[in-house]
């Protein structure tokens, strides 16, 4: 079946990330490539941390990243950190920017594969995790739309990332901004990967949210700051 391309304006979407990684102030400090090239020699002869901070810059080229919005570093993060190990739209070799369409979709990803993690390190019986909540807004063309799959379709298996992944490298060479698919982890709901910051336009942080696992599963997940304006 050849999916669909769209045209995605999406005022309001959610996403969390560990609150071990704060914001990398260079990205927000600046509204150019060329002020950032700057300040980033400037700063690296004095701040050995910057180049773990900001992660590898060659994974993605200047034009990509969406300088001077609110939020710039949470855009591009996802690019300059890449999972070796991949994600269900990429083999590890390219960074994904995964978005729900509401912060409960979020939680529930994040808690299952979380959970997942969590599950395989021996001899842990306790842990908090504290992850930020982040709203999002973006625009992207063109992009694929998957939700024309039904949930029993291969890319959606819940363990096997095979088909997933052959399709998202295939998007990604193909030039797509990302694709829109349904959330395995919360059955009915949507969610976009972007392969490209380039089309985000702003990233706000929402509130906070706890995570306790407690030796067998992650127990709850709830928020233990209000939401900000």
């Not at 990509?64 to 890449?82: E, K, L, M, R």
Request: some cysteine; charged content about 25%.
């Amino acid at each position: 079946m050849k999916l669909p391309k769209i045209t995605i304006d999406q005022p309001k979407a959610y996403r969390l990330v560990s609150s071990r990684y704060p914001p990398i102030d260079l990205f927000e400090d600046v509204a150019s490539a060329e002020d950032f090239d700057a300040l980033y020699q400037l700063q690296a002869r004095t701040n050995p941390r910057l180049l773990t901070q900001a992660g590898d810059l060659n994974l993605i080229p200047r034009t990509d990243i969406p300088w001077g919005i609110s939020g710039c570093s949470y855009a591009v993060a996802p690019f300059t950190h890449v999972n070796p190990e991949g994600s269900r739209f990429s083999d590890g070799q390219f960074g994904v920017l995964y978005l729900a369409e509401s912060m409960e979709t979020a939680i529930k990803e994040v808690r299952y594969h979380q959970g997942r993690y969590l599950a395989g390190v021996e001899g842990l019986k306790y842990d908090r995790l504290v992850f930020r909540g982040l709203r999002c807004s973006f625009a992207a063309t063109p992009m694929t739309d998957a939700t024309k799959l039904s949930l029993d379709h291969p890319i959606y298996d819940p363990e096997d990332y095979t088909e997933s992944r052959t399709l998202g490298t295939k998007l990604k060479k193909a030039g797509d901004q990302g694709l829109a698919y349904r959330s395995v982890r919360d059955p009915g709901a949507t969610c976009w990967g972007l392969f490209t910051p380039s089309g985000v336009r702003r990233v706000v942080q929402a509130a906070h949210y706890e995570f306790i696992w407690n030796g067998s599963s992650i127990s709850s997940a709830s928020k233990i700051t209000l939401q900000e304006s």
